[in-house]
């Protein structure tokens, strides 16, 4: 009896110990503001069980009040409590009558409040959101928000022809992706006016990776590319068929292996905001591995003093805990010490044409010696992203655990290409060919683990075609 009356009151001091908050929004505004102040009543949700409620009336109680959008699109936020922004700036401002969180123009609104959930510790990857390992504090005083941003035209580019870009990708993984971009705070999205659909590939039978296909027989689906047009305007984003210099995140090739480079990438945007170019749009060829490097473009386009290991850091460590944000970096730098590499001596090693393999089946020469030194370099990136993963807290495992499955594949690509050379010599051939097809397999198996996107299984399924099916066919 006196357990069960314990539990009660615990029970019922819990229940009331969860804030209430209303999300106030104006009776004429637009709809970004409204999707705003819902994203923003979901965040509070799970940040601190909060009850949530987004009404266009002023309660009577004004108690955690928040009121979303602008003097111009809700006569709730006085024009002497809205600070002097431009169009894209950003204001999230404590004042007697609720918290203020808007911007210069719709889209703005809601850069502000993804701004205020990454505020409390919540962190937009590209994959989606992931909540902080320690529970904020509920408090909506004493908060003085205001950015500008110092690069105006902030863009995104992922089709690139094949398989493993855009063009794959259904619909509902476009928006999805659509949706984290604008919590990033991208302005363009690049939409080619006309992208034909990519040729299909048998993925049934022994197809490496095959589980990541779900029981499909081929992929991608064959439905044509959709038309993002009016979904993209509808979050804010203005969709544009070429506009301005591409800025590759991560590979400039279409390549399958992980090429983000930090150090190159930082240089890059301090010479955008050194010359003041205006913009940049964003290459992504894998976008699984390229969280943090969108992440980094974000925070840098609004505060030029931020460096690329410090937006590491205050990206992964809220949402991993202490102590792997160090191991992340230094696989990060290994990783760009392998690019490096391939940059210099074969930037198309990782394309996954159909000459991936072939070409180095068909070469007389011997192992190049820089092909081992890469391999090297991602086996020491991968165990860094496996301490890294054994170090994580709760949920943000899923981020390094695929970081560590992309480099895993990536160590067996290279173990494959090592037994391929290996191959030239007659005595050894058929013995090293099974050992390349074996290594394969167990890299596109790695990749299947790692697989959250349509690119990734792009890319499994033209390893299939263009790389085992070589190797099978050439053991035969």
């Known amino acids: 009896m006196i357990k069960t009356t314990l539990l009660c009151l615990l029970l019922a001091v819990t229940a009331s110990a969860a804030p209430k908050v209303t999300f106030l929004i104006g009776p004429k505004a637009p709809p970004l503001d409204k999707a705003a102040a819902e994203q923003l009543a979901g ?47 950003i204001v999230i401002q404590s004042t007697p009558a609720g918290l203020i969180v808007g911007g210069g123009c719709p889209p703005a609104t809601m850069w ?57 990708w259904g619909k509902d993984e476009h928006l999805a ?26 993925v049934d039978g022994d197809t490496g990776g095959r589980k990541a296909f779900a ?70 060829q894998m976008p699984g591995d390229l969280s943090a490097a969108a992440y980094f473009t974000s925070r840098v386009s609004f505060d030029d003093k931020i460096t690329a290991p410090q937006a590491l850091a ?23 010490q392998a690019a490096k590499l391939i940059e210099t001596n074969d930037p198309d090693l990782g394309v996954p044409n159909a000459q991936v393999l072939k070409r180095h089946l068909d070469s007389k020469d011997a192992l190049p010696a820089w092909i081992t030194e890469a391999k090297t370099h991602y086996a020491g990136a991968m165990n860094e992203m496996y301490r890294a993963n054994t170090r994580a807290r709760e949920g943000a495992r899923s981020y390094t655990l695929h970081l560590a499955k992309r480099l895993e594949f990536t160590v067996h690509f290279f173990t494959a290409l090592e037994a391929v050379y290996a191959s030239h010599d007659a005595a050894k051939r058929a013995e090293s060919l099974e050992a390349a097809v074996e290594a394969l397999y167990n890299a596109l198996n790695s990749l299947a683990d790692a697989a959250r996107n349509n690119s990734e299984r792009g890319a499994i399924a033209l390893l299939n075609e263009n790389g085992l099916r070589v190797l099978m066919k050439a053991l035969e």
Not at 58 to 85: C, E, H, R
Not at 138 to 163: C, H, Q, T, Y
Not at 246 to 258: C, F, K
Not at 314 to 334: H, M, Y
Request: with cysteine; aromatic share 6%; net charge positive.
């Open 215 to 284: 029981g499909a027989k081929s992929f991608p689906s064959g439905d044509p590319v959709p038309d993002l047009t009016k979904d993209a305007a509808a979050l804010g984003l203005v969709p544009v068929a070429l506009d301005f210099v591409t800025h590759s995140l991560g590979a400039r090739a279409p390549s399958v292996l992980p090429q983000f480079q930090p150090g190159d990438l930082d240089r890059r945007m301090r010479s955008i905001l050194k010359f003041k170019s205006g913009g940049f749009m964003a290459g992504a």
């Open 112 to 168: 502000a409040v993804a701004e205020l959930s990454h505020h409390f510790g919540i962190r937009h990857l590209l994959s989606g959101d992931l909540l902080p390992v320690e529970k904020p504090a509920f408090k909506l005083d004493g908060l003085s928000i205001v950015m500008e941003p110092k690069i105006l035209k902030r863009g995104w580019s992922m089709f690139n022809g094949i398989a493993t870009g855009a063009e794959s």
């Open 43 to 89: 965040d509070f949700k799970a940040l601190f069980d909060a009850e949530t409620t987004v009404t266009t009336t002023a309660p009577a109680d004004s108690t955690n009040l928040v009121l979303v959008g602008s003097p111009l699109s809700n006569p709730a936020i006085k024009a002497d409590a809205w600070p002097k922004i431009g169009e894209q700036g």
């Open 314 to 336: 205050g990206l992964v460590t809220p949402i991993c805990g202490d102590g792997v944000a160090e191991r992340v970096q230094k696989g990060f730098d290994l990783i760009a």
């Open 177 to 202: 992706l659509l949706r984290q971009l604008v919590k990033l705070k991208f302005t363009h999205v690049l939409l080619p006016k006309k992208s034909p659909p990519v040729p299909l590939v048998a």
